[in-house]
């Protein structure tokens, strides 16, 4: 992580030069997360004029005039280098605090929570592997004033998760701290998927996030491990089959398990500011070798 924040600075220092005007900053951001989109790192050698002229002006001002053909991989690590010190100048520009950050970009932000107050903007990697990683930008704007920001994992202390959420509910605070329960997920095969939730707080004297509740599945499957009920009394349910990829639930029988599919239910309630575990059970279903 150290690392990686020195060559975000030594890339600030070299492509931003003298202070930029946030709406200068905001047209380079959406000119490069548009080109973004549209790279692949299956794609043929690249033509250096198939490259849109408004992001060929910020590569070759960033790094030097680019050869005629180029690799996808150096386009995208190239982008993505871009996005991290523009997010970080964006993020920490004096004017940008006077606007909602909706109204700056025309790249909408993925996550907002319902009081305006959390942002997250999130991209797939482009690794072109089965494991689909995120690239993920945090802002959030606290009440008292205070400012927190994440550029891509830039903050080794921070509990965010480094791939993202999905989803965003403001619940219930005490003594004025507010709390965010987000729920996420990444595939990290074709059939390997976890999934996660954290219920953080924002703490009003340290000025940080706190984690005062976790969960992370895996199973082999394709979503709803983990579902969240958002109404007055808020529950989280939990629901899986065991695999090679978790230990199950409270296995009587290991012959069971090995002859027959566990399944796992777990239900947690939210009181007093934290959520608690209310009902866990599982049961067997079909027999797992029947059809060999």
């Known amino acids: 992580m150290k690392f990686k924040n020195l060559v975000l600075l030594l890339c600030l220092f070299v492509t931003l030069g003298k202070a930029q005007s946030l709406n200068r900053i905001a047209n380079d951001l959406d000119v490069v997360i548009d080109s973004y989109g549209s790279l692949s790192p299956f794609s043929e050698v ?9 992001f060929l002006e910020i590569l070759e001002k960033s790094g030097g005039r680019l050869p005629d053909s180029i690799d996808p991989w150096l386009l995208i690590e190239s982008a993505q280098y871009l996005m991290d010190s523009l997010f970080y100048k964006l993020f920490y520009h004096l004017d940008f605090l006077n606007h909602r950050p909706e109204d700056v970009l025309n790249i909408q932000p993925t996550l907002v929570s319902s009081d305006g107050r959390f942002y997250q903007y999130s991209f797939d990697e482009n690794t072109g592997g089965s494991y689909r990683s995120q690239i993920v930008y945090y802002h959030y704007r606290a009440a008292d004033g205070s400012v927190i920001n994440s ?15 999905y989803e965003i509910h403001n619940l219930p605070d005490s ?16 059939t390997c998927l976890q999934e996660y939730l954290d219920l953080l707080r924002y703490d009003t004297k340290e000025k940080h996030f706190v984690s005062d509740f976790s969960l992370s599945i ?9 579902n969240i009920q958002a109404d007055a009394d808020t529950n989280i349910t939990v629901n899986y089959f065991y695999s090679d990829l978790n230990e199950g639930c409270d296995c009587e029988s290991e012959e069971l398990v090995e002859y027959y599919q566990q399944k796992c239910f777990q239900l947690y309630r939210y009181k007093n500011f934290n959520f608690h575990l209310a009902e866990s059970r599982s049961w067997y279903g079909e027999n797992i070798l029947e059809d060999e």
Not at 46 to 54: G, P, Y
Not at 151 to 165: I, K, P, R, T
Not at 175 to 190: A, E, H, I, M, T
Not at 218 to 226: E, Y
Request: hydrophobic share 35%; glycine share 14%; with cysteine.
């Open 175 to 190: 003594l004025g701290q507010p709390r965010y329960l987000l729920s996420g997920g990444v595939f990290g095969c074709n």
């Open 46 to 54: 690249i033509r250096r004029e198939s490259i849109s002229l408004d």
């Open 218 to 226: 895996a199973d082999r499957g394709f979503g709803s491990l983990i």
């Open 151 to 165: 550029v891509n994992e830039s903050d080794e202390n921070s509990v965010l998760a480094n791939d993202g959420y």
